[in-house]
Nanobody
Framework: QVNVVESGGGSVQTGGSLTLSCVASGRISRIYAMFWYRERPGKERETVAGVSMSGNPHYLESVKGRFTLTKETANNKHYLQMNMLNPDDTAVYYC???????????????WGKGTLVTVSS
């Protein structure tokens, strides 16, 4: 079994910064990729950032230059540094990791339960 947990959400004013963290635990054999998604009020879930273990991060156009995804592979963690936040960034942010578990070696996506980011004007 694998658990994925996000943390670091909160409330900030426009122009502020937050760093979200995501950590996976359990019977992890290998992590293939790490992602951040968000659901803004009244909108569908969208991919904010993602990275494979061997590649460079890619970003949603609207967050390029403001958000940075970094990996801490040795500890099964990754982070989303969010700068210059604005009210349009208000959302529940979800972490997803593509993980193969020990024993089966079969990979699948594991999601966290989300963390709320609120940006006020």
């Amino acid at each position: 079994q694998v658990n994925v947990v996000e943390s670091g959400g909160g409330s900030v004013q426009t122009g502020g910064s937050l760093t979200l963290s995501c950590v996976a635990s359990g019977r992890i054999s290998r992590i293939y990729a790490m992602f951040w998604y968000r659901e803004r009020p009244g909108k569908e879930r969208e991919t904010v950032a993602g990275v494979s273990m061997s590649g460079n991060p890619h970003y949603l156009e609207s967050v390029k230059g403001r958000f940075t995804l970094t990996k801490e592979t040795a500890n099964n963690k990754h982070y989303l540094q969010m700068n210059m936040l604005n009210p349009d960034d208000t959302a529940v942010y979800y972490c997803k990791m593509a993980i193969a578990t020990t024993g089966t070696g079969i990979g699948r996506d594991y999601w966290g339960k989300g963390t709320l980011v609120t940006v006020s004007s």
